[in-house]
């Protein structure tokens, strides 16, 4: 029997950070697919100025379904509050959700535990008089991006050195230092896990030079291939790399890391997104369906693995 049946359930979702109206629609779906099922669940719509500590103990919930994205939903923020009130929270917990939320101490842990990641070193924050010397050991194409964003944020491909200056700024309009990191030339495939199991992958093609926020968020031109039309081995090489990843944080319930695959079917992770985007159509509930797995029986299953 289910963990939770004949519990109270709240999805919380909106919240403070800049993916505010991603996240109210992951919650509205699974706000509906749960009502659908017949359970006794609540919405919370996190607005700033609100208290969330408040509302969740006012809900008297035994479990939150966190639809919450970015800042305070994926960093270990809400996973904190959630273990303090002693209430359980989908997805990873504090720890992991802390660590895959940065990408300087994501790569770390993924070139220590053998996870292929792209080649990489970190600028300061500030402009410094050394940072020429250290981009030297980076032939174009190089990628430039932030440490601490999301959503292809401040993310830049350099093709000639002329655009450096140009992604420096961007990257540096963001907190926290800056990524060099090897451009890693051919395809994107994301990997669906549930429980620390890959259900599947989908791989993502889109039209731009790559998935940047355009892609992800205003534009509908981005091709998506469900299953990847990569050899079955190239597939189970990234599915495993992907999974390695999410082990290595230490991840629980649901990710969907982010893998760049080459022409000769070699696998680098980029990162482990622990609050996927979770409308009816998004991409984790598409690999789930693509199994058979339902989205309400996705949602439900979620809501089990609350910790
Ligand atoms: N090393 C790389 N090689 C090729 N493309 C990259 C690389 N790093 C990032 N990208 C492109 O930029 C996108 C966003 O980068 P990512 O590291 O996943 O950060 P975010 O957290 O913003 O999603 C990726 O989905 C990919 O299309
Ligand atoms: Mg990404």
Not at 175 to 182: F, K
Not at 210 to 232: S, V
Not at 274 to 288: C, E, H, Q, V, W
């Amino acid at each position: 029997m289910h963990r939770f049946v004949g519990k109270r359930i709240a999805v919380v979702m909106g919240g403070l950070s800049a993916e505010r109206e991603v996240s109210l629609n992951t919650g509205a779906g699974v706000l509906k697919a749960l009502q659908d099922n017949r359970w006794d669940v609540v919405g919370i719509d996190w607005k700033p100025g609100t208290s969330l500590a408040h509302m969740i103990e006012e809900a008297n919930v035994a479990a939150v379904w966190n639809a919450l994205h970015g800042t305070y939903g994926e960093d270990g923020a809400i996973q904190g509050l959630c273990t303090c009130m002693q209430i359980a929270c989908t997805g990873s917990g504090i720890l992991a959700s802390a660590l895959a939320m940065d990408k300087v101490i994501s790569k770390r842990i993924f070139e220590s535990n053998n996870v292929p990641t792209p080649r990489w070193t970190l600028l300061p924050h500030e402009p410094a008089a050394n940072d020429v010397a250290t981009l030297a050991a980076f032939p174009v194409p190089f990628v430039v991006k932030p440490a601490n964003e999301g959503s292809s944020v401040g993310v830049s491909i350099v093709e000639d050195l002329a655009e450096l200056p140009a992604a420096l700024a961007s990257a540096r309009e963001h907190h926290g230092p800056v990524i060099i990191e090897d451009y890693i030339a051919g395809t994107e495939v994301f990997v669906g896990i549930l429980d620390d199991r890959v259900l599947g992958s989908v791989e993502v093609r889109p039209a731009g030079k790559f998935y940047d926020y355009e892609a992800k968020y205003k534009r509908n031109d981005t091709k998506y291939l469900l299953p990847p039309e990569l050899p079955r081995d190239v597939v189970d090489r990234v599915e495993h790399h992907a999974l390695a990843a999410y082990r290595a944080l230490g991840c629980s319930g649901h990710a969907r890391p982010d893998v760049r695959v080459t022409p000769t079917g070699e696998a680098y992770v980029l990162e482990v997104n622990t609050l996927p985007g979770m409308t009816a159509t998004s991409l984790l509930p598409k690999i789930a369906k693509s199994i058979g797995m339902d989205y309400a029986t996705l949602c439900e299953q979620i809501l089990e693995s609350a910790r």
